[in-house]
Nanobody, 128 residues
């Protein structure tokens, strides 16, 4: 059973920064593609960013490109989401998810259905 734990959420003013972490105790974490998604109140869950299992390829939603950076450190089984220049519209619950399949990850990284394991989410609130 793969368990993912997000941390690092909180309240920040517009223009500020936060760094989210997604950690797992599983030995297979380094073989998973990892995606970040977010869900704002009353809205559907949307793709934010993803990194493949090697860490060489990263992907972003247009709304966060240039402001968010996803990275991973497989030595400590952790994926990070550095969020800079935060805006009130970034307010949401942020989830990380793991994809155990390597097939076509670099093409379909934003598809929720390929992610088999999800964390419980961490709240990010950006005040204006």
């Amino acid at each position: 059973q793969v368990q993912l734990v997000e941390s690092g959420g909180g309240l920040v003013r517009a223009g500020g920064s936060l760094r989210l972490s997604c950690s797992s105790s599983g030995s297979t974490f380094s073989s998973f593609g990892i995606g970040w998604f977010r869900q704002a109140p009353g809205k559907e869950r949307d793709f934010v960013a993803a990194v493949n299992w090697i860490g060489g390829n990263t992907f972003y939603a247009d709304s966060v490109k240039g402001r968010f950076t996803v990275s991973r450190d497989n030595a400590v089984n952790t994926v990070f989401l550095q969020m800079d220049s935060l805006k009130p519209e970034d307010t949401a619950v942020y989830y990380c998810a793991a994809d155990p399949s390597h097939r076509y990850f670099d093409t379909f990284y934003s598809s929720e259905g390929r992610y088999h394991h999800w964390g419980q989410g961490t709240q990010v609130t950006v005040s204006s």
